[in-house]
């Protein structure tokens, strides 16, 4: 047995020019973005997360599934090996909602780290690969992007182009978690 039939993603299927590449991020959906830091932090003994609210206000270019984006959602990043980002929806569509209405919580995707997100689309959909969801400039100087690939019929799950932007926001305050 080879591939997905034993569980293990061929190498060969992951699309240029992520192909090779080290998994650089570990996406995971979660119900309450408060509550999985404390659960997460609690498992990895790590806690100096970093929270982004990506929306229309701070992502200036968003699109799903080929129409502008309008989706918004709460993430929070720790570690860098692979460096873990849980996902909150606030508001779809977006591939967040059509996964969680699939599949439920938990692994959502993973990531890799390319210098140019949107050469990385042109590379990965030139092979035939369909593009979900993207977005670009959400960095201080209107940089960083992201772009995620529909891999889950040769990977197993969604995979993710991340240009990461040379200067970040500054981070937002964890929201309290809902009772």
């Known amino acids: 047995m080879s591939g997905l ?14 192909a090779g590449l080290p998994v650089a991020q570990v996406g995971i ?3 309450d973005l408060a509550a999985g830091v404390a659960t997460w932090s609690a498992l990895l003994g790590a806690n100096d997360w970093l929270i982004y609210t990506y929306a229309p206000d701070t992502v200036p270019h968003l699109a799903y599934r080929g129409k502008p984006g309008t989706f918004r959602m709460r993430v929070a990043l720790v570690g860098n090996a692979p460096q873990i980002e849980l996902i909150e929806s606030l508001e779809g569509p977006s591939i967040y909602t059509e996964w969680i209405s699939e599949h439920g919580y938990g692994l959502h995707h993973l990531g890799f780290r390319v210098p140019s997100a949107e050469a990385a689309i042109r590379e990965v959909t030139a092979r035939g690969v369909g593009l979900l969801q993207s977005g670009s400039g959400y960095g201080q100087d209107g940089d960083g992007g992201f772009a995620y690939f529909d891999t889950q019929g040769s990977v197993g799950l969604i995979v993710e182009a991340i240009e990461v932007p040379r200067r970040r926001r500054p981070s937002e305050p964890l929201p309290r978690e809902r009772r």
Do not use: R, Y
């Open 5 to 18: 039939s034993a569980g293990i993603p061929d190498p060969a299927v992951l699309p240029a020019p992520l």
């Open 29 to 31: 959906l979660v119900p």
